[in-house]
């Protein structure tokens, strides 16, 4: 169903997108660490939350791709763009009941997620909170109508967007952070008018009539209930997942802030280069959304069990060139960030450590993107918050606080999460087929 045109011309703008969204997010570490330890340190705990935010708007973003392409699989344009209209609604509203919720609790829900921390680093998270939760209703029109151009194959869209919105971050960083000298509130004034300007082009783009899938009339937007039941069936358990996941990160930054600034900064500095290993995997995942949705639409099973292990071997090649060059340039990556000697030394290994353990990565967050493009996001989301909680967390938890090994404790209670989840998921693909479900 898919040329090798069709896969470049969906996953090459996508891994550029993805590139981008991480790089702008270093930039900001990057300048922030002109502030101080203090800045870097607040910025990083209050990311921990916003994450959680844009990944729950992200996950309901996704389940309108996933309904959206499978309409298209069996050519059913009006009931894709219907999809459309119900995804854009419920993303709208649920996203200003969180920016509600963010601005009323602020310092309270700070203090009660992350403990009594140092008042610099309290402070400085105080005031990005405050800003960047104004911006959760623009993340969601992004992120819905991102993912509905990606259901039709058309992920170039995105990619023009997410160079505009970054380009903007970048400037206003610049200019107020190193020009105006406006330390945290220099990063947050920005990312704030990014999204803003990346949501107002995004919305009028999708509303385009050459677009198979578009917001043809504001009364699309009007609920469907069933229609909503459907983008929910996926959206929801990806949400929880996604939720539950980021969660469980929180926590797990709880649990880095007793162990002091030192290690907080290197923490943030080397979950912050890391990510840089996760684009092609996700940017991979989001394709898959695409290719899977519309092969199980059109009932062609087989392809997606090629295309999925086609894709993956990809991503383990593009992973086998990043790991190697990080591995070789640790401690040149870290030094960009200013960190003390101490905090400078574990960052560096933990890029090490984390390099190696990657071996398992795609199959642990890549091949779910399948699963649940086939409709068994129940499925992926049961396994990953089992794992999470009882791997991830029970195991870090018993590391630095019994055993003693300091940040490096929670980077192997990860490593253990990861493994799992890459054994049940590989065995729970191999009767894909059988499970496969096309939305009625």
């Not at 709208?92 to 700070?110: C, D």
């Not at 779910?368 to 499925?379: E, G, N, Q, T, V």
Request: hydrophobic share 55%.
């Amino acid at each position: 169903m898919f040329s090798r045109k069709d896969l470049t011309g969906l996953l090459a703008p996508l891994i550029v997108e993805q590139i981008l969204a991480v790089l702008v997010g270093m930039v900001a570490v990057v300048m922030v660490a002109a502030v101080g330890e203090a800045a870097v340190s607040g910025v990083s705990l209050v990311d921990a939350i916003n994450i959680l935010i844009i990944q729950i708007l992200s996950a309901l973003a996704t389940g309108g791709a996933v309904i959206s392409a499978q309409y298209l699989g069996k050519k059913q344009s009006v009931n894709a763009c219907k999809a459309a209209g119900q995804l854009m609604g419920v993303t709208a509203l649920f996203s200003l009941l969180l920016t509600v919720a963010a601005l009323a609790g602020n310092r309270l829900l700070l203090r009660m997620i992350f403990g009594n921390v140092e008042p610099e680093v309290m402070d400085a998270a105080v005031i990005y909170f405050q800003i960047t939760a104004l911006s959760y209703p623009f993340i969601a029109i992004y992120n819905s109508c991102a993912a509905l151009f990606r259901s039709m194959g058309n992920a170039k869209i995105s990619m023009f967007v997410s160079l505009v919105m970054n380009v903007v971050n970048i400037v206003g960083n610049t200019i107020c952070v190193y020009g105006l000298h406006m330390g945290v509130e220099g990063v947050a004034y920005p990312t704030l008018i990014s999204r803003i300007v990346a949501a107002v082009m995004m919305f009028y783009l999708i509303q385009n009539p050459d677009n198979v899938v578009r917001i043809r009339r504001l009364s699309e937007l009007k609920p469907d209930f069933k229609m909503i039941k459907n983008i929910l069936v996926v959206g929801i358990p990806n949400g929880l997942e996604n939720g539950m996941f980021q969660f469980g990160k929180i926590a797990l930054q709880s649990l880095v802030s007793s162990l002091g600034t030192a290690a907080i900064a290197s923490y943030a500095v080397a979950s912050n280069l890391v990510t840089l290993l996760y684009l092609p995997g996700n940017a991979i995942g989001l394709g898959l959304i695409t290719i899977v949705g519309q092969c199980v639409g059109a009932g062609e099973i087989k392809q997606v069990k090629y295309y999925s292990r086609l894709l993956v071997g990809i991503n383990y090649g593009i992973l086998l060139v990043l790991c190697t060059v990080m591995v070789l340039f640790s401690d040149q990556l870290v030094s960009i960030y200013n960190l003390s000697p101490q905090a400078a030394q574990i960052s560096a290994q933990m890029i090490v450590v984390h390099c190696f353990a990657m071996i398992v990565w795609p199959i642990s967050f890549t091949v779910p993107y399948a699963l649940r493009a086939s409709m068994d996001a129940k499925f992926t989301m049961m396994v990953s918050v089992f794992s999470m909680w009882l791997f991830r967390i029970g195991t870090s938890y018993l590391f630095v606080q019994v055993m003693n090994l300091g940040v490096m404790g929670i980077w192997y209670g990860m490593f253990i999460d990861w493994f799992f989840r890459a054994v049940v998921f590989a065995l729970r693909f191999r009767g894909i087929e059988k499970r496969a479900v096309s939305v009625s």
